[in-house]
């Protein structure tokens, strides 16, 4: 584990983030994944990794025939199993699924960019394992950060307010960014298939992984995974010809190569 993936994880495994996470209201790419695939999430074994408080698992454990969540914070096993009671979730980290069977599931979902807080060979790493419990033509389903989207904001901003109780939240806010700013800049870098960026997510708290969506489909093939669609934000189906540069995050649909 990179000094990185050290801090995303205690990002993760704090209170105040996985407080964020306590709802269940799904993105308009993850409906669209969802209605269109249900036939193959219905009756059957699913599992959900980085389950964070719940969001997704509010659906899927309803449908699914069996289901199964993850998340490699204690903090989010706690709020998920105060908020979906009787879900069957607990700890457990994508890198290391060894209690799970080759082949065990049908559908596996890594939903809000949860693998980007993964470097680079332990994300290849935890690709191999989301393969391996995959049924052969198994569904995956995640979503990651576009390395062509060009609105990223990269630096901690400021605005002013009259109102005395927004200034001092915002004076506070700015403080926590700037701090973890300063700490994380020096993870960033550039390679040719992806980059490491100081994210704005939880206060500049996360060093994160973006891919362009070409990239994405080599890495998975590699992988063993063959992509089948990616989403932009607004829920279009994105053509994989030209770079997307109007969507910050990439939601896709991979299935497992027999
Ligand atoms: C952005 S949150 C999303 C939570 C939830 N899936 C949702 O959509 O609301 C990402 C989640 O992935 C989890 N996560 C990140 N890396 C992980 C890993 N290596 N194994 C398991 N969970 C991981 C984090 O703890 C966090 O709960």
Redesign the pocket.
């Known amino acids: 584990m990179t000094n990185y993936e050290e801090i995303n994880k205690q990002c993760?495994g704090a209170r105040r983030t996985a407080s964020v996470?306590v709802h269940s209201i799904l993105q308009m790419p993850e409906v669209m994944i969802y209605v269109k695939y249900r036939d193959e999430i219905a009756g059957s074994r699913v599992l959900d990794?980085?389950?964070?408080?719940g969001?997704?698992a509010v659906f899927l454990s309803k449908w699914a025939g069996e289901y199964v969540a993850?998340?490699?914070?204690c903090e989010?096993v706690g709020e998920c199993t105060k908020f979906c009671r009787g879900v069957d979730c607990t700890f457990?980290?994508?890198?290391d699924m060894s209690r799970y069977e080759d082949g065990h599931f049908d559908f596996v979902n890594f939903?809000?960019?949860?693998m980007d807080?993964?470097g680079h060979e332990d994300r290849l790493l935890?690709l191999r394992e989301i393969r391996r419990v995959l049924r052969d033509g198994g569904l995956f389903s995640f979503s990651t950060h576009n390395r062509d989207y060009v609105g990223a904001v990269k630096e901690p901003d400021f605005h002013f307010t009259i109102d005395p109780f927004a200034l001092m939240r915002r004076i506070v806010r700015y403080h926590r960014c700037t701090r973890n700013r300063r700490r994380d800049r020096v993870f960033e870098r550039s390679e040719e298939t992806y980059e490491i960026i100081n994210d704005p997510a939880h206060n500049f708290g996360l060093i994160t992984y973006y891919i362009t969506h070409r990239h994405l489909a080599a890495q998975l093939e590699e992988a063993g995974l063959d992509l089948v669609e990616t989403y932009d934000l607004k829920g279009n189906v994105i053509d994989m010809a030209k770079p997307c540069t109007d969507s910050s995050w990439l939601y896709c649909v991979a299935r497992k190569r027999a």
């Open positions: 993760y996470y990794i980085g389950c964070g408080a969001r997704t993850i998340d490699y914070s989010m457990g980290d994508v890198r939903a809000n960019n949860g807080s993964l935890g």
